[in-house]
């Protein structure tokens, strides 16, 4: 009963959500120029079939060919007010609470050397001062990698790198490679590679074939985590078959597609294994009724877990694909059927293991998000996002303004407000609401 009513409530939310996005629809009618902001880049896929001749990816244009070094990248200043809510359930009675204000300077530095034949050295570096209630400072490698190719047959990538590893924009179940997930309230953030070497053969437009050799905290060739992926063409339909294999772990098996109907894009992604990889919260009642918890691992049991997702864009006004809006449900088989959140003793042993993975903890999660472009003004774009554990009945609204007075320099209004009784996954911490300001130039 009490998952049911959950469900409701996290569905009224994305309700109102929707609803405040409708009406502010009309405020955006000018018909202007559309370069400011373009949804496809949010929800585009980077790991598609492509023509040996035409590909980009790997380092094959002509462009790319040439030899050269060039310095790009993006210099920002982040402020974030967040007001702390009443009661949560990792309130300290004997700690006076306040609203905290965090800021970071951040240079996110783009290094890229290329020489002949398709030879590419790339470097992806954040410098970090964090200001406010915080002060710490911070320096971050997220990619360092190598390209060449053999015969323009065969591409290799070696070091830390980020891979496009499955279809979906939020959740990935079938990307079985990087060690970062993406981020709701910072969907633009710069996620962090992981070491390794990639190779990549394609077969002309319709087949492509991947492999990964996971490095990352290796210590003996043994322990290299293995990773490959099928990409083929049926009809308009792309898929891929993939796996994943690491001595001393169950494999991981992974299928994915993407798809249109009915001018929908459609995406779709499923993982599978005889048995979780990761530790999980165990709840144990004793013959007098007292209840405790530990960590275990799930074996001998099939674990699937699987996530659908659509986009539609809409016209308005003479303008194409004006507003954007996309969907997307994940089902976690080896996630929790109970709020996990609700009391101090189940979350102490979630946190204190380190085996809370956010937006992954529960079986049922949704999230739509959606954007207008040349939002009131030309330069100004406007997006409204939510997600909900649809376990807890805990959820995120999430809004943005964007302002893009010149070409290369952006200003961003957010708000975030954290829905739930203080007692599930969204509100557990003990901030409410979020107000954020943040300053974007791109070099």
């Given amino acids: 009963m009490k998952n049911h009513m959950c469900l409701k409530h996290s569905l009224n939310i994305i309700i109102i959500t929707f609803f405040l996005l409708l009406i502010s629809v009309p405020l955006s009618a000018q018909d202007i120029d559309d370069e400011i902001f373009n949804e496809d880049d949010l929800f585009s896929d980077s790991d598609i079939v492509v023509d040996t001749e035409e590909m980009t990816d790997e380092s094959v244009t002509s462009e790319a060919d040439k030899p050269g070094f060039s310095i790009s990248g993006l210099l920002y200043n982040t402020n974030n007010y967040s007001i ?3 009661e949560y359930v990792l309130k300290d009675p004997d700690v006076d609470d306040e609203d905290i204000f965090v800021g970071d300077l951040t240079a996110n530095i783009l290094l890229e050397a290329r020489y002949k034949w398709g030879i590419k050295a790339f470097a992806n570096t954040d410098i970090i001062y964090t200001y406010g209630d915080v002060d710490d400072s911070d320096q971050f490698m997220r990619e360092l990698f190598f390209d060449f190719n053999i015969n323009r047959a065969v591409y290799v990538r070696i070091g830390k790198q980020y891979l496009k590893w499955g279809r979906n924009f939020f959740w990935n179940p079938s990307d079985l490679i990087n060690v970062e997930k993406q981020d709701f309230l910072d969907p633009d953030k710069n996620l962090e590679g992981t070491r390794g070497v990639k190779i990549h053969v394609p077969f002309g437009t319709k087949y492509n ?19 490959g992926k099928f990409e083929f063409l049926v009809g308009d339909t792309e898929m891929a078959f993939s796996g994943w294999y690491q001595k001393g772990f169950e494999p991981v098996f992974g299928y994915d597609f993407s798809t249109r109907l009915f001018r929908v894009d459609i995406q779709g992604e499923m993982s599978i294994s ?3 990889n990761q530790d999980s919260l165990l709840r144990v009642t004793d013959d007098a009724g007292n209840v405790s918890y530990t960590t275990t691992r799930i074996e001998d049991k099939w674990i699937p877990k699987a996530s659908i997702g659509f986009t539609k864009t809409f016209d308005l006004f003479d303008i194409n694909d004006r507003i954007s809006i996309r969907g997307e449900f994940y089902y976690n088989h080896a996630g929790y059927s109970y709020n996990v959140f609700e009391d101090q003793q ?6 204190g293991s380190g085996i809370y993975e956010p937006n992954h903890v529960s079986k049922y999660y949704a999230a739509f998000f959606t954007g207008i472009q ?3 003004i030309t330069e100004a774009s406007f997006n409204l996002n939510v997600i909900s554990n649809l376990t807890d009945g805990s959820s995120i609204i999430y809004s943005s303004f964007t302002y893009n007075p010149w070409y290369d320099f ?3 209004l957010t708000a975030s407000f954290s829905v739930g009784d203080g007692r599930d996954e969204y509100t557990f911490t ?3 609401k979020t107000f954020g300001l943040e300053f974007r130039y791109h070099f």
């Avoid at 189940?346 to 946190?351: E, K």
């Fill in 84 to 86: 702390r809510r009443d």
């Fill in 209 to 227: 074939i991947y492999a990964f050799a996971n490095l990352e905290d290796v210590d003996a060739i043994e322990e290299v985590a293995w990773s």
């Fill in 274 to 276: 005889h048995g979780e």
């Fill in 346 to 351: 189940s979350l102490s042993t979630l946190l």
């Fill in 374 to 376: 040349r939002f009131i």
């Fill in 410 to 412: 952006f200003i961003n």
């Fill in 430 to 432: 003990g901030s409410d």
